[in-house]
């Protein structure tokens, strides 16, 4: 950690509405302008292209929404949080929304290190029969192994699913709590194309992402 990094606060927040077709690298540079504009005293990379330091937890693929994404901030002086958050609450960019702000410890893992899963909610959006959907995603927990391709290789989809099931609201939804780990990331489109579904015709929303455990006072 560099030596003018003196404060890391962990921020939760939504990703909906226009965000939806912000890709990841776009999502960064937003929040850059964003954090700008609630002048917080943000922390630089060294070098000639000097960048802002913060740090995601995970990509959201274009087209997702989140209630649940992470990202850390590296601050080169104190701020107290309510202070902080309540800059944050007014300057974020229009379909970003602050849920949560904490401290976290200057020289712990990084935020990618920590995190092990997380839950999605999948809206089919395709008339369906809900029987014979029922039926495929039993099978799909059944099975042993689900061999899929991604970039031209084989891989196993089984291992990276924790949980699969199917509720009926207002239009059928999928619940799927998915491994997102390095070498066994599991993705909710491709869960979704293994029970014949679209992904295109689905609305793919984040709703957790979990942490190797940490102790955090919320603001």
């Given amino acids: 950690m560099q030596t003018n990094v003196v404060q890391r606060l962990r921020m ?37 292209n000097k960048r802002m330091r913060l740090q995601l937890a995970t990509a959201l693929p274009l087209g997702f929404t989140s209630e649940c994404e992470l990202v850390d901030l590296f601050l080169q002086e104190q701020i107290p949080l309510a202070e902080a958050k309540t800059r ?21 893992e990084p935020l990618q290190n920590l995190l092990q ?12 029969e809900r029987e014979l959907l029922a039926e495929q995603v039993a099978e799909l927990l059944a099975a042993a192994s689900i061999l899929r391709e991604r970039r031209d290789k084989t891989y196993d989809l089984r291992p990276q699913i924790i949980s699969l099931s199917l509720t009926d609201d207002e239009l059928p939804t999928l619940h799927m709590h998915l491994w997102q780990l390095p070498g066994n990331t599991g993705r909710p489109d491709e869960v979704a194309a293994a029970l014949g579904l679209d992904p295109l015709a689905t609305r793919i929303h984040r709703t957790e992402l979990f942490l190797a455990e940490e102790k955090r006072e919320l603001v």
């Fill in 12 to 48: 939760r927040f939504s990703k909906i509405g226009p965000t939806r077709f912000i890709g990841h690298l776009d999502l960064a540079r937003t929040l850059e302008r964003s954090l700008n504009r609630a002048r917080l005293p943000m922390a630089y990379t060294q070098g000639f």
């Fill in 88 to 108: 944050l609450e007014s300057k974020l960019a229009p379909g970003l929304i602050l849920q949560a702000l904490w401290e976290v410890p200057l020289k712990g």
């Fill in 117 to 128: 899963s997380a839950t999605y909610r999948v809206t089919i959006l395709d008339p369906v």
